[in-house]
């Protein structure tokens, strides 16, 4: 990756980020005594639509933020008889540095959380991955704007700079595809079972557009324009839309509820798959399956497709041109096929044909992966997983002008119903809503928002709404006087200072990078 400069990375925001990146490289100077050989920068994201679908190998329609986490190095130079060790520190001082030897992190297997685990799992992800021949000893340190455990991934972008970092001191060029996988491998490490929207996103994002990430069956990642005024105003759209963030305050911590949160819907939706497949007596084509042999939702979607072609019932098939079709053939497939009440662990053994020990041995028991249940809901996840990617697909077309709606000054409102859609759909067949998420949804609503939904995995952290670019200032001030007030601020441990951290706007931003300032 070549290194970029300031402007061309935060375009208008040049003068004030140089300053931010003075004052990193102020405080680097008097802690370690000399100065940042190189800088590297990767950002949060927020999710437009498609909801805990990317696990299941469906595209998703993010955009990265222009809130990033800044990651300066220097090499220390050693004599050679040292043994080479890394020191991070971190700008914020309620996080102590983090100190550790080369030698310890093939061998580590501590499962302790927070900032430190994400970048020493960064190390030891990249290093698991790629040879490094000769590990330099460094100091880094962490400017982090992304606001923490509020649902704009704050730990992908984390993952991301570090792992960008410790690559870029140690001489290492990595392509975009390996610097997503490791990161993903890190927050595996980690310990949540995560899919690889976030730290694609975080990687690949672009300026002015979200984009849309495949997975499957390569990784790519393809800019969405969000619609200009321009364009809308041709077609009789007197707005343009604007997507807020907006923090519910209730912090959902995904390690501690992994088991039965998180994990679980992972679980789920790969058990839902392997159902499927059974019954509906499906062979696996060639090439098929890759790394592991656990199907997905998507592969069990593209044997089903692959067949209809061969039997004559369908014309071709190319996800992005019969998507659509094949998306809604599942979802009656879904309704015949699987039973509406939850499915205990013997019913779910006796589908697949193979004892309660081997169900838990190939689903459940991962090196990374802990889950805690009896029943899993199969019916309502599967549904979910087809229909929201059906509105990741119709989401994408409208704002690409692929799909002309009949009434063509209604598009904020056809997007706006999308995310309404994904909304109820997260709410009530996948159950990853909560009582803060609802309330903060309904609010964006009544003050005008077109749509609003959760973004990410949920439970917690925030809602995004997409509003009218007339109205948002006044949205905003709203939502400021009715949910975010004092009293809940302080309950959060936060000061009215902190509020633009709460709600605020999204701009779309570059992906990681290695970054030219000195
Ligand atoms: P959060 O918890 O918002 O970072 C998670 C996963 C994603 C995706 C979303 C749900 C991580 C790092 N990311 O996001 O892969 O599955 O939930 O769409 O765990
Ligand atoms: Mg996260």
Known sequence: MKAETLNQIYGKNEIQQAQRYQFLSTKFQSKFNEKPEVYVRSPGRVNLIGEHIDYSGFPVLPMALDRDVVIALSEIKLSSSKSTFVVV??????????????????????????????????????????????????NAMIDGV????????????????????ISAINDISLSQEQLINISIEAEHMVGVKCGGMDQSISVMGQENSAVMIHFYPKLKGLP??????????????????????????KVSDKHETAATNYNLRVVETALAGAILFKKLNLVIE?????????????????????????????????????????????????????????????????????????????FIDDQYLTVKADKFELYKRAKHVYSETLRVLKFDQICTGKEVLPIPNEILYALGNLMNESQSSCRDLFNCSCDELDELVKLNLSFGAFGSRLTGAGWGGCTVSLVGESMVDEFVKNLKDSYFTKEKLQAAGMT??????????CKPGTGSRIVNYS
């Open 224 to 249: 969405t324009p969000i619609p200009s005024k321009i364009v809308l105003q041709q077609l009789n759209n007197f707005d343009s839309p604007v997507f807020v963030v907006a923090n519910t305050l």
């Open 146 to 165: 992304v606001p923490t455990g509020a649902g704009v991934s704050s730990s992908a972008a984390l993952c991301c700079a570090s792992v960008l970092a």
């Open 286 to 362: 060639d090439g098929l399956i890759q790394k592991n042999n656990l199907l997905t939702l998507r592969q069990v979607m593209d044997i089903v497709a692959f067949g209809e072609v061969k039997n004559g019932n369908m014309k071709s098939y190319d996800f992005e041109v019969d998507g659509k079709e094949c998306l809604n053939l599942m979802l009656s497939i879904v309704e015949q096929h699987l039973k509406s009440q939850p499915y205990t662990r013997e019913e779910v053994a006796l589908e697949l044909g193979i004892s309660v020990r081997d169900l838990v041995k190939k």
């Open 496 to 505: 009215l200072d902190e509020l633009n951290d709460v709600v605020f706007y």
């Open 89 to 138: 520190s971190n700008l914020l001082e309620k996080y102590k540095d983090l100190t550790f030897l080369h030698s310890s992190v093939e061998t580590d297997s501590s499962e302790a959380h927070g900032w430190h685990s994400y970048f020493f799992c960064a190390y030891k992800a990249l290093i698991r991955q790629i040879k490094i021949s000769t590990p330099k000893s460094f």
